[in-house]
């Protein structure tokens, strides 16, 4: 999970170069490049990390305690694009995001582990004067092994900004 991550973020940092995208009228990028972190409640129950690659691009992950049966531990790893045109508050910002990325499950009780993709959408709000945001997300996922199913997560968080 962590090369496919990674390999994201190169290509959206060499695509940022080589044709950088427009600047939405709400947001004038001062979260690119800076490092957020915080908790979680949901799936899973734990911590979570942001980064911004672009001004409207991000990587996003969370590692904690999973609440499905025979679940001990979920982690995920997503690539984000923001929308800030959307929702445009008095102050702060409030984008609205969707992306792609890989979730995996370690199960108990000699039950196989559990990997597949999630579609996160989700909207976050980013305080004005403060370095910190708050987010809620739905994902839908599809479970790719051992078995193929379909599901859904959800999560609230808040995040302090490095």
């Known amino acids: 999970m962590a090369l496919v991550s990674f390999g994201l973020c190169a290509n959206a940092q060499e695509a940022a170069r080589a044709d ?12 690119v490049n800076t490092f957020g972190v915080g908790f979680q409640l949901g ?28 679940s001990t531990v979920e982690i995920h790893v997503d690539f984000l694009w923001h929308d800030f045109d959307i929702l445009t508050p008095s102050s702060g910002r409030f984008p609205v995001y969707f992306g792609v990325g890989l979730v995996g499950r370690l199960r108990n009780e000699g039950r ?3 990997a597949g993709f999630r579609f996160p959408v989700g909207i976050s709000y980013m305080f004005e004067n403060y370095p910190f945001d708050v987010f809620a997300e739905v994902s839908p996922e599809l479970i790719m092994a051992p078995f193929v199913r379909g599901g859904i997560d959800g999560a609230v968080g808040l995040r302090y900004w490095f």
């Open 20 to 31: 950088p995208p427009a600047r939405s009228s709400a947001y004038t990028g001062d979260y």
């Open 43 to 70: 799936a899973p129950f734990g911590v979570t990390a942001k980064y911004w690659v672009t001004d409207t691009t991000a990587l996003d992950g969370a590692f904690g305690y999973s609440p499905y049966d025979h």
């Open 112 to 114: 196989g582990n559990l």
